[in-house]
C-alpha cells in the first residue's frame, strides 16, 4: 500500500513539473499580449481530443459538474494564470500561486472532512517563504490586475481541487479529464473574442509549436495525471504537489536561459521541498477522507495508459 501510494504521489508529481514549464514556453514562444488566447488553445484542442479518444459523453449530473469544474480547474485559472504571467514578473506569481496549499487545507476541512493539522499550516507556510526565495526578487514590479489575477488563480484552482476530490466521477479518468478541459475552454471562447478579438492571422512555427506543447503536454498529458492523484490522494497531499512548479520554473531558467543561482534561491529550492516531502507524511488514518484510496478497477484500466 505504501509503495502503491508512492508511486502515485511521484506520477502525480509530474503534471506540476509539467507545469513549471509554462512560464518559459509563454515568454519564449508565445505571441505577446494574447493570454486567453493562449488558455483557449491549450484548453480546447486538448480536450476534444480525449472527448475523441475515449467517446464517453457526460451523463446526469456530470453535465452541469464538468462546467463547474472545468471553468474552475481549466477555464478560470488558465485565463489568470496567463494574464498573471504577462503582468507579473515570474516569482511575484509563483509566490502568490504558492497560498494554494494553504487554501486547499482550509476548504478541505470543511468541505471533505479532513483534519487541519499543525504540520500541514507549518508546511504551507514554509511552501510560501521557500517560492519566496527561490522566485521573489526585491526590484519585482507589483501590477494590481496581475496580483489580483494570480490571488485568484490559486482561490479558483485551490477550489477546483477540493470539488474534483468531492466529487468523484464514475467514468474513466480521460474522459472527465477531457470533459473539463473542452467545458475550460468553451467558456474562454466568447471571452477571448470580446477582449482579445481574432486570433492572429499568422502564427510563426515557434508559435505553433509553443501552443501544441501547451495543449497536448502541459494540458491532456499533465490534467490527466493531476486529476489521477486527486483521485486516490487526499487534496491537500495533492496540492502541496504544486510547489513544484516553481522549482522547475527557476531550474530551466538556469538550465536553458543561463540565468544565475543564488545562494538564497538554493536555499528556498531545499526548503520548499522539505515543506512537500513534510506534507506528504502527514499523518493518515483519522479520516477517511485522509486514507490512500487506490483507483477502482475501472479507472485503473484507463489510467495505465499514462504511467
Do not use: C
Amino acid at each position: 500500500m505504501l509503495n502503491n501510494r508512492l508511486a502515485v504521489l511521484l506520477v502525480t508529481a509530474l503534471a506540476p513539473a509539467i507545469w513549471g514549464t509554462t512560464y518559459l514556453v509563454t515568454t519564449e514562444f508565445l505571441p505577446p499580449g494574447r493570454p486567453l488566447l493562449a488558455a483557449v488553445i491549450r484548453a480546447l484542442p486538448a480536450g476534444l481530443l480525449l472527448v475523441a479518444l475515449t467517446r464517453r459523453l457526460p451523463k446526469g449530473d456530470w453535465w452541469w459538474r464538468s462546467l463547474v469544474l472545468g471553468t474552475l480547474n481549466i477555464g478560470a485559472f488558465l485565463a489568470l494564470l496567463f494574464v498573471a504571467a504577462y503582468r507579473l514578473p515570474g516569482g511575484v506569481a509563483a509566490t502568490l500561486g504558492a497560498l494554494q496549499p494553504l487554501i486547499v487545507a482550509g476548504l478541505s476541512t470543511g468541505l471533505l472532512g479532513e483534519r487541519l493539522t499543525r504540520r500541514t499550516v507549518l508546511a504551507g507556510v514554509a511552501g510560501v517563504a521557500g517560492v519566496s526565495l527561490l522566485v521573489l526578487q526585491s526590484t519585482a514590479r507589483l501590477d494590481a490586475i496581475g496580483v489580483a489575477a494570480a490571488a485568484g488563480g490559486a482561490v479558483v484552482m485551490a477550489t477546483g481541487v477540493v470539488l474534483s476530490k468531492r466529487w468523484t466521477s464514475p467514468a474513466p479518468l480521460l474522459a472527465t479529464t477531457g470533459w473539463q478541459l473542452v467545458a475550460g475552454g468553451l467558456v474562454l471562447v466568447p471571452v477571448t473574442l470580446a477582449v482579445e478579438g481574432a486570433p492572429p492571422a499568422s502564427l510563426s512555427g515557434a508559435n505553433l509549436a509553443g501552443y501544441a506543447y501547451l495543449a497536448l503536454v502541459g494540458a491532456a498529458f499533465a490534467y490527466a495525471l493531476w486529476f489521477r492523484g486527486i483521485r486516490a490522494l487526499s487534496a491537500t497531499h495533492v496540492t502541496f504537489l504544486g510547489l513544484l512548479s516553481p522549482v522547475v520554473a527557476t531550474l530551466l531558467g538556469w538550465l536553458v536561459l543561463g540565468q544565475r543561482l543564488t545562494p538564497w534561491q538554493l536555499l528556498g529550492a531545499a526548503i520548499v521541498l522539505a515543506a512537500v516531502v513534510a506534507a506528504q507524511l502527514k499523518p493518515l488514518g483519522r479520516t477517511g477522507a485522509d486514507k490512500y484510496q487506490p483507483l477502482t478497477t475501472a479507472h485503473r484500466d484507463t489510467d495505465a495508459e499514462m504511467v
